[in-house]
């Protein structure tokens, strides 16, 4: 279908906000995940925290970074090390989830599990005002490698 064409048929408020979230997906980091994860772990850097105030700390108004999973997966594992208090929210196909640290994890943000098929948009918040430098380290393996 042409651009053109779609604006015909989508109200010109919805048809903006269409081209706005396109963009925002399009700005962040796109990660292709599948059952063949290379490196294993994949890690990856960026800067957390945002203007954005929402219920999983301050984020940005875009993501982080986009997981393409391109095939469900029986385990994944997804934590972040960064300074400061970092969060995780994950937006994708079972919904939203927002991942605080806790004792367990050795206090960082970290979650596991089947991962179903699609595309989750990833933002590495913080409880703080601050912006810290994060590692997004992401596995199939049940155990972090040290």
């Known amino acids: ?25 399009a700005e962040a980091e796109v990660l292709k995940i599948d059952s063949n994860l290379r490196p294993d772990p994949l890690t990856v850097n960026g800067t957390s925290g945002g203007n954005v105030q929402s219920n ?3 984020i940005d108004s875009k993501p982080n970074q986009i997981l393409q999973v391109t095939e469900s997966l029986p385990y994944l594992r997804l934590a972040v090390e960064s300074g400061g208090q970092p969060t995780l929210l994950i937006d994708g ?7 605080l640290a806790d004792s367990y994890s050795g206090g960082k943000p ?28 992401i596995s199939q393996q049940k155990t972090p490698k040290k």
């Open 1 to 25: 279908m042409k651009m053109c064409t779609l604006f015909k048929f989508v109200p010109p408020a919805l048809a903006m906000s269409l081209v706005i979230t396109n963009a925002n997906f």
């Open 56 to 58: 999983c700390g301050n």
């Open 93 to 99: 196909p079972g919904g939203r989830f927002c991942v």
């Open 110 to 137: 970290e979650i596991s599990g089947y991962w179903k098929a699609g595309d989750y948009s990833l933002y590495v918040g913080d409880l703080s005002k601050g912006q810290y430098s994060y590692t997004l380290s």
